[in-house]
Nanobody, 114 residues
């Protein structure tokens, strides 16, 4: 089982990034998917969630209107489109497959700074 995040990096405030999480080793389409983030000195925070078929999504209040979660079950990939980024979005972002067992990726760093 593997979840591999990519797409993080350094971006200026107001900029955009798209994170990807590629899954392998399990039946991706059977799992709801979540994105979490953890900033230094803070607890891990749920940012976005999407159901197994992609028909329903939820976003944390802090990112509503700026972030979008989506998935492509044919590519075994979940995405997090992040627009209008703010310095407070700086964190390590993790994807998580939610099912009988939860699977986690290794995380990707997002830094929003001028």
């Amino acid at each position: 089982v593997q979840l591999v995040e990519s797409g993080g990096g350094l971006v200026q405030p107001g900029g955009s990034l798209r994170l990807s999480c590629a899954a392998s080793g399990f039946t991706f389409s059977n799992y709801a998917m979540r994105w979490y983030r953890q900033a230094p000195g803070k607890e891990r925070e749920l940012v976005a969630a999407i159901t197994s078929a992609g028909g329903s999504t939820n976003l944390a209040d802090s990112v509503k209107g700026r972030f979008t979660i989506s998935r492509d079950n044919a590519k075994n990939t979940v995405y997090l489109q992040m627009n209008s980024l703010k310095p407070e979005d700086t964190a390590v972002y993790y994807c998580c497959a939610v099912g009988p067992y939860d699977y986690w990726g290794q995380g990707t760093q997002v830094t929003v700074s001028s």
